[in-house]
């Protein structure tokens, strides 16, 4: 496949073709899908990846452009293309998983699909977006969607539960996010990204109003990341929302906000650092620790994951600490190998799932090596590559981060981090323990019924060594992303924390 | 100079994992398995025949880009401090497996073929990586198979002692990844280069602290692994539960990672700080000889008795790698693999008699001699070797070290025969209950003396036991060249010590600051 040449198009409307083809395919969804009967969705889970293929097209095209439009409310850089191949991506293995169990748990198609690809589409917006306000927009179509979509098992209380909590906590973040830009925006009177960053070397470096304005904003981030203390919400939020939902939540979600997180504070917030980045020490290491302490004590798995999922925004945060372009390219690796490892996570905990029985219980995990032996082989494969067994993604990740930021002198950091992957090696290591040298856990039915599930797991897995045993294409694809759109204009940090 | 001897060497064993997944019934699953574990022992066997004993350097050297922007490199070499690991491990997986199919490994035989060939990837690897990322991989990949082993196929407390093991040796090991890129680090700041390379490595100036810190990071590690005392408790809950050839590779050649890494990595990378932490380390060293002697003592169970013995002999070699000498350290070395040879072997026949009669417990025996007179001779023999009867391997080796660590330290080495012999008080005090006397349990009278398959596994054990204890030369010469290499740097940080114009440690600083008050 060859991506699309889209200099015919003009250069304003480039960057806007991925985000014009989600939303347009987002509707095209909604209008097909009232013909399709619940039961049979398969083909408009079909139609729902061959848009995201075209999409994912148009990206690609917009690698290696660079500049900006409609007057900087949206970049066009290898940052956000990068980002936006890695959230269709994930968009796409989404759908995969969902393909078979949308019918299974008869929820309505239509409109799971294409409120997958509204939230898709305010992802790559944080991406993409040049000015405040886009990336709020980016923010809230994600977040709404993603609302939603938690609670789709609407005769389930739990999942009204995940949702409403979800919907909660998350309009309060909002709330924060908003009213930090409107901040920002009185002290700087702009709200676009470069603007703001040239106001800053003036004498507005200290100015209060700036730094509650990048205060609110910053809790903003953290609640989305789910990062302690600002990750109540998650646990309860991935337990009850419907398994893709959840795999969508703790990847999709996660890049997207990290997207706007990272252009607004690591590049244009850059030379204030000096004032956040002490914050983010501190975020960082209570993510880690909070999230990896309380996982070792969850018996079921999407709880785990959840916390698994904020030690590992904390492991992110690691490297944004770092600051600098290769803590940059850190962040956008780790993220990628996290994407897989994570997505493939989720795909076996959704075909141990039987509608009705739970199957959400490390106990259920049980003997799974002597009735599935290759399922439990490639949950054992995600579950090191959580770990950071080398030589699996997560571990290249892991390495990338430390010495990022060892390079930036953040030597403590860096142990309280790898102390805390032994804690993880924990629980992570009881899955396998639970799944090879336990007996038991129930019965669970034939996987050929389930080519798409089976699809997503083998793409995962793929990728999950791929990443990590040749990384240096991914490395280098990083780093360049973060490095050709952001290199010139990053701050030299002397930053030196203990 | 073209090779891929050692890329064959270290992944035909996963091809070979990969390959046995595919079987589907067990005799040809055993079958595959055995012949796939022969061919790195015959391709180790070949480069050891080809070993250049003049050459202290790498040899068979092999060299790409891996992850250029990191200076990570896929570099393998090998010298004389890993030549005759590499053939050890090859060797001890290969009869591991021989014996496992034997009847030793009860269920799931495929999964079990398919971690041992993993782990014998894993294992040389590390051995055999010049390039400290690639040393890190292989370090940590080792460790899955093992987990495995031990967990799935160990006897009663097998999850505990599974657990355990993985998260003492990923503590450790973890901290060894910090001090790696640390080191990195400081190496990219001076030289601008940056490279994981180990010859590479050698070059960067460190600060006292800054060395000591890394020295920490590294020997903890290492330390972790041989084990050290007081850090061993892992070792006799993973030894006792794993299954016998779980048990063997983790003793014959796991451990040696340790010892290996301190000979490989932490001593040549920070010999000042090295030359400083002697005295720590040879108390440890002693402390670990006596401890480990006479916990064994008192053992009841046969296993535990044998894994206690470990952390004594692990405790010699630690000394004989301190005295920081030719002999000392050449001694570890054959210490080393006389350990695997013999402790191999022990653990090869406790795992024979527990097949017979499904308990360990010394009490239970007795009189052994009586009705199966080769299993005693075998292990009589074994056990001579392992408490070091001249003649035999063991001999050699701590003579070696003694001699070594005696020209350092005489207190550590007075200390340390004790070990040697409190050593062949617990053997033959062990021996003399399971083998002498009266039968006392009826059931031992219906015991099956070893068949040829395991008197088969024996043969080349104790042929090496005979050959290493009478002829050690060709061995030592090929082992010196390249210590004598490690030792040079070692010589040249003690003589910048000695003639540095500061104080060269924490004693005589204090004491300098002392003389400036007054």
Not at chain 2, 362 to 376: C, D, N, Q, T, V
Request: hydrophobic share 55%; with cysteine; net charge neutral.
């Amino acid at each position: 496949m060859k991506p699309f040449n889209l200099a015919a198009i003009g250069f304003a409307w480039l960057p806007l073709c991925p985000l014009i083809t989600v939303a347009v395919a987002a509707i095209i969804v909604l209008l097909v899908g009232v013909r399709v009967r619940d039961e049979e969705s398969e083909g408009l889970g079909a139609l729902t990846l061959a848009l995201l293929a075209v999409a994912f097209m148009f990206a690609l095209g917009m690698l290696g452009h660079r500049g900006i439009s409609f007057a900087g409310a949206i970049s066009l850089d290898n940052f956000a293309a990068f980002f936006e191949l890695v959230i269709l991506l994930s968009a796409a293995m989404v759908v995969l998983m969902s393909i078979e169990y949308v019918p299974a748990l008869g929820l309505s198609a239509a409109e799971y699909y294409s409120l997958i690809l509204f939230s898709t589409l305010g992802m790559m917006l944080m991406a993409t977006g040049g000015d405040l306000i886009v990336i709020f927009l980016g923010f809230e179509v994600m977040s709404i969607g993603v609302y939603v979509l938690a609670g789709f098992l609407r005769r389930s209380c739990k999942s009204n539960e995940a949702s409403l909590k979800y919907f909660l906590l998350g309009a309060f973040s909002t709330a924060f996010l908003l009213y930090g830009i409107a901040l920002v925006y009185g002290a700087t009177g702009t709200i676009k990204l470069g603007p703001i960053r040239a106001a800053l070397s003036g004498p507005m470096a200290n100015n209060p109003l700036l730094l509650g304005g990048v205060g609110l904003m910053l809790i903003g981030f953290a609640f989305k990341i789910a990062a302690v203390p600002f990750h109540m919400w998650t646990p309860d939020a991935y337990e009850g929302a419907p398994t893709p939902v959840t795999a969508f939540m703790a990847v999709g979600i996660k890049i997207g906000a990290f997207a706007g997180f990272m252009r607004i504070f690591m590049v244009h917030l850059g030379p204030v650092s000096i004032h956040w980045s002490w914050v983010l020490w501190v975020i960082a290491a209570l993510s880690m620790t909070v999230g990896n302490l309380v996982a070792l004590v969850q018996r079921n798995i999407k709880r785990m994951l959840a916390y698994s999922a904020i030690a590992h925004a904390g492991y992110v945060l690691v490297a944004m600490t770092a600051a600098g372009s290769q803590a940059g390219g850190a962040m956008i690796y780790y993220l990628l190998g996290y994407a897989f490892t994570n997505l493939g996570a989720f795909a076996v905990v959704i075909a141990l799932e039987r509608h009705g029985v739970e199957g959400d219980l490390i106990t259920d995990y049980r003997g799974l090596a002597t009735r599935h032996p290759v399922l439990a082989a490639a949950m054992a494969l995600f579950m090191l590559s959580l770990t950071g067994i080398p030589p699996l993604a997560g571990f290249v990740g892991k390495f990338y981060i430390f010495s990022a930021a060892l390079n930036a002198g953040l030597v403590w950091l860096v142990i309280i981090a790898v102390l805390n992957s032994v804690v993880a090696a924990y629980y992570y290591i009881a899955v396998i323990v639970a799944m090879y040298m336990q007996e038991g856990g129930a019965e669970l039915g034939s996987l050929n019924t389930r080519p798409a599930l089976i699809a997503a797991l083998t793409v995962a897995a793929i990728a999950t060594v791929l990443i990590g045993i040749y990384p240096e294409p991914y490395m280098a694809g990083a780093l360049h992303a973060f490095n050709s759109a952001f290199g010139a204009t990053l701050p030299r940090m002397a930053l030196r924390l203990p | 100079m073209e090779s891929y001897w050692l890329t064959g060497l270290t992944f035909l064993p996963l091809l070979g994992a990969l390959f046995v997944l595919l079987q589907n019934d067990e005799r040809s699953t055993w079958r595959a398995a055995t012949v796939l574990s022969l061919i790195p022992l015959a391709i180790s066997i070949y480069l050891l025949i080809r070993f250049d004993p003049h050459n202290p350097g790498y040899q068979f050297v092999e060299q790409y880009q891996w992850i250029p922007q990191f200076g990570i490199s896929y570099h393998l070499g090998m010298d004389g401090i890993s030549l005759f690991l590499v053939v050890l491990t090859t060797l001890l997986i290969s009869l591991s497996l021989i014996y496992s199919g034997g009847g030793d490994i009860g269920y799931r035989p495929r999964e079990f073929c398919f971690f041992m060939l993993v782990l014998e990837t894993g294992l040389l690897g590390a051995l055999l990586a010049v390039d400290l990322f690639m040393f890190y991989v292989f370090w940590e990949l080792m460790l899955i198979p093992m987990y495995f082993l031990i967990g799935i196929w160990g006897h009663g407390r097998r999850i505990y002692a599974a657990f355990k093991f993985i998260l003492f040796t990923m503590l450790g090991s973890i901290l060894m990844l910090v001090a790696i890129l640390y080191l990195v680090h400081l190496a990219h700041l001076q030289t601008g280069v940056i490279s994981f390379d180990l010859p590479a490595l050698y070059a960067v100036r460190l600060t006292t602290s800054q060395a000591r810190w890394l020295f920490a990071g590294f020997a903890i590690a290492f330390a972790v692994k041989v084990p050290m005392w007081p850090i061993h408790t892992w070792l006799p809950d993973a030894h006792t539960e794993a299954p016998t050839a779980g048990s063997v590779i983790l003793a014959g050649v796991m451990l040696k990672m340790g010892t290996y890494g301190f000979i490989r990595f932490a001593i040549p990378l920070f010999p000042a700080i090295a030359i400083e932490a002697t005295p720590l380390f040879m108390t440890l060293a002693v402390i670990g000889i006596l401890y480990g002697a006479m916990v064994a003592m008192v053992q009841p169970d046969l296993k535990r008795l044998v894994a206690y013995s470990s952390v004594s002999h692990l405790g010699f070699v630690m000394l004989g790698i301190f005295a920081l000498d030719p002999q000392g350290v050449d001694g570890a070395i054959y210490q080393m693999l006389n350990h695997g040879i013999s402790t191999g072997a022990l653990f090869l026949l406790v795992g024979m008699i527990y097949l017979r009669r499904h308990t360990r417990e010394i009490s239970e025996f007795g009189g052994l001699w009586h009705r199966i007179p080769i299993f005693a001779a075998i292990f009589m023999f074994v056990m001579l070797s392992s408490i070091g009867l001249p003649g035999l391997n063991g001999f050699v080796g701590e003579f070696l070290i003694m001699l070594g660590a005696y020209l350092k330290l005489r207190v550590a080495v007075v200390f340390a025969v004790f070990g040697i012999v409190l050593g062949a008080l617990y053997m033959l005090y062990a021996y003399e209950r399971v083998m002498f006397g009266p039968i006392t349990k009826a059931v031992n009278e219906t015991l099956n003396d070893l068949n040829w398959r395991e008197i088969g596994v024996m043969i080349p054990l104790i042929a090496l036991m005979l050959f290493m204890g009478l002829y050690p030369r060709p061995l030592l010469t090929r082992i010196e060249p390249s210590v004598n290499a490690m030792l040079a740097r070692v010589k040249t940080a003690q003589a910048r010590l000695d003639t540095a114009p500061r104080p060269a440690n924490l004693a005589a600083l204090t004491l300098k600051v002392r003389t400036d008050r007054r």
